[in-house]
């Protein structure tokens, strides 16, 4: 057994624990390629051990899929006898869980060989990978994620559905106020729960909004110049507001397209550059940024198809790309425009950024910011050209200027899939083994959900066949 230099100190276990002296349970939380988090639930006792020692996880765990069901094909269950790998804590990650008691707390974890290399299939060490490139040319990505999500019944109804939880008056409505304040009253002490726990996590969660449907919520996290831990904080704000809902007997939920007839919930990524000295390569009075803006949007708007598969990773994610709908379905760029998938937004000079729209909030955002930052790493260093800015619609096949726009983004589950494994960009930052590890659980993801005969296919052939 080998002690990364990325693990934990077991100093700040022992700290924390002297600190906290209420506290009973530690959840040790591992988040998979298919975005899910999975770990230990530990005693006190054994904290600090795990700490000093890290704490043995069986690799199967790195690839199953969204169900929880191995992935034999992986050849990581059967064909190496599901070898142990060792995960260690994240530094910094220790922290209160407010919403399950005064006597537990959490803290991430990160998967490594038994050597102390990091393992290759661990999302936080994809995304490391891609920010070594950035590093070695002096470079320094600054992100920050936008959640969007539902609050809903915790309760199924009669058919297997969702719908919305009733309101203080105990009805369910079918409308509501986008940006409305009596939305925001109305899960009031949902939204109270969740700040108080991202703020014992250290989580910088800020505005929250009310989105374009009943129970859609939509919560700022703070930029951060460190991307991973930027996605720590996507991670880390899902398990809180997971947790605050079932807590207040509702549930919030992440996936991408829940109800068929109202908006689908999005994972933006927010993007600028810093130089060695801390100034923002992307800067400029113009909002169409500077040259080194231009070309970061030119390789991000060149890999979007290529990162479908990551962006959008479920049957249910491909429901949400519509016309019309404030996801984007055609690849492109706009200046203050919310029908592109990248969009330049308004603001001071130094702050010029991106936002990256493409992703749902099902995406697991680790994997979501290393494929954008491998785009904006080639862009930056091809210099690429993202052509000019698309104004107006960019849902149809030209734009409301009449110039065309970009190609249309693949809607294909099986298609995306093998346009991530064929990718050379995202191959190479990412990884061959990470790439084809992904893509090797989502084809049998996307097998097992084709080969289910749902009533749908009844009310459909059954008789008229």
Known sequence: MVRPATAADPAEATAFLAAHPEVAFVDLMYTNLAGVARGKRLRRHEVEAAYADGRYLPGSVLVVDITGLDVEESGMVWADGDADRLAWPVPGSLALTPWQGADSATALLSMHELDGRPCALDPRAILRRVLDRFAADGLTPVIACELEFYLIDAMRTADGGIQPPPGPDGRRTGHSQVYGIAELDGAGAFLRDVWAACDAMGVPAGAAIAEYAPGQFEMTL?????????????????????????????????????????????????????????????????????????????????????GMAIFAPNANSYRRFRPNSYAPVRAGWGINNRTVPVRVPAGPAASRRFEHRVSGADANPYLVVAAVLAGVHDGLTRRADPGPPTTGDGYGETASSGAKVGERLPTDWAYAIERLARSAVLVDYLGADAVEMFATVKRVEHERYTSVVTALDYDWVLRSA
């Open 222 to 306: 703070a930029h951060r110049s460190d991307a991973l831990a930027a996605a720590d904080d996507a991670v880390r704000f899902k398990h809180a507001a997971k947790g605050c809902a079932a807590a207040l007997d509702r549930a919030a939920t992440f996936m991408a397209k829940p109800f068929a007839d109202r908006s689908g919930s999005g994972l933006h990524i927010h993007v600028s550059v810093d130089d060695a000295q801390g100034r923002n390569i992307f800067a400029a009075e113009s909002l169409s940024g500077t040259r080194a803006m231009r070309h970061a949007i030119g390789g991000v708007t060149a890999t979007i198809a290529d």
